[in-house]
């Protein structure tokens, strides 16, 4: 299933962190305005 997330801050990145943990999607779109959250979605062991 591929699973899109408009809003990367604590709750959709916590959220895109946990569909990734436990399999519940096969891809994960993240949409985010501020660049500072974007890149800390991409970071190593914050889901990215």
């Known amino acids: 299933m591929n699973v899109t997330i408009i809003g990367l801050g604590l709750i959709g990145g916590s959220l895109a962190l946990s569909l990734r943990q436990h399999g519940l999607a096969e ?3 993240g949409v985010e ?4 959250h974007a ?3 991409l970071e190593p062991g914050t889901g990215g």
Do not use: C, E, F
Request: proline share 10%.
């Open 27 to 29: 891809r994960l779109i």
């Open 33 to 36: 305005q501020n660049p500072a």
């Open 39 to 41: 890149q800390r979605a």
